[in-house]
Structure formats: structure tokens, C-alpha cells
């Protein structure tokens, strides 16, 4: 049998970073909320039911924690695109999306998001 990617998805990560440009945003903690996407090839961890096989999405989410709830964004980009990376790090991953929220951001919108892609060339 043939398997295709695995498809990792995690979604609705709440997570508080300082995330903006205006004075009020840069001193004050707000929430984000991130969904990802991440696909890498499985066959191995599907035929032989081992660990070391498998993409640790575990250690890839606690990364991602660490480094929004660490860091300061000015730009939502900036933000999306460090997630991104941590995300498409392993030599495994194929194909990785990140979408970012910000809930609040507007006043008549329930949030702004924003998304980037990356896939692996080759």
C-alpha cells in the first residue's frame, strides 16, 4: 500500500506575546491564536509503528511556545514568519502553513489574521 504525506494540523493555539507598533500594544500582553499545517512523508512511521519514524509535533509546538510567549513583534509578519520557520525546520517537513490571528485587532472584526507558506523546493 501506498501512503501519502501525513498531514500534521494544529489548530487554535492560544498563546499571549507582545505583538504591535503603537504604545499601548508594546506594554501590554495580548492574545494570538495560531493554526498550522505541516506535511511530511509517513510512510515510515505508518509501516513500523516507531517513534523515532514519526514527525514530533510536540517538540516542534513547545518551540513555537517558547519563542512567541519570549519574544516582541512589532509586524504580525515578523511573527508568522518566525512560526514558520520553527515549523519547516526538520529535514522531513515538505510543506508548511501557519496562519496567525489577532483577535481584537479591529474594532468591528472579531480578528486580523495573516499566512504564510512554505514548501520545499526539490
Same mark, same amino acid.
Given at each position: @500500500?501506498?501512503?501519502?504525506?501525513?498531514?500534521?494540523?494544529?489548530?487554535?493555539?492560544?498563546?499571549?506575546? *507582545?505583538?504591535?507598533?503603537?504604545? =499601548?500594544? @508594546?506594554?501590554?500582553?495580548?492574545?494570538?491564536?495560531?493554526? &498550522?499545517?505541516?506535511?511530511?512523508?509517513?510512510?515510515?512511521?505508518?509501516?513500523?509503528?516507531?517513534?523515532?519514524?514519526?514527525?514530533? *509535533?510536540?517538540? &516542534?509546538?513547545?518551540?513555537?511556545?517558547?519563542?512567541? =510567549? #519570549? +519574544?516582541?513583534?512589532?509586524?504580525? #509578519?515578523?511573527?508568522?514568519?518566525? %512560526?514558520? =520557520? &520553527?515549523?519547516?525546520?526538520? =529535514?522531513?517537513?515538505? *510543506?508548511?502553513? %501557519?496562519? &496567525?490571528?489577532?483577535?481584537?485587532?479591529?474594532?468591528?472584526?472579531?480578528?486580523?489574521?495573516?499566512?504564510?507558506?512554505?514548501?520545499?523546493? +526539490?
Amino acid at each position: @500500500m501506498s501512503i501519502s504525506n501525513a498531514i500534521i494540523n494544529i489548530s487554535n493555539l492560544r498563546l499571549r506575546t *507582545y505583538i504591535g507598533f503603537n504604545p =499601548e500594544e @508594546m506594554t501590554k500582553l495580548q492574545d494570538v491564536v495560531i493554526n &498550522i499545517e505541516i506535511h511530511y512523508p509517513a510512510e515510515k512511521a505508518c509501516n513500523s509503528d516507531n517513534v523515532e519514524n514519526a514527525l514530533n *509535533y510536540k517538540v &516542534i509546538t513547545k518551540n513555537i511556545i517558547q519563542h512567541v =510567549e #519570549e +519574544g516582541r513583534f512589532l509586524l504580525l #509578519e515578523k511573527l508568522v514568519s518566525d %512560526v514558520l =520557520e &520553527i515549523c519547516s525546520d526538520h =529535514e522531513w517537513v515538505q *510543506y508548511a502553513k %501557519v496562519t &496567525i490571528d489577532k483577535p481584537h485587532a479591529l474594532r468591528f472584526a472579531d480578528s486580523v489574521s495573516l499566512s504564510l507558506e512554505w514548501y520545499c523546493e +526539490g
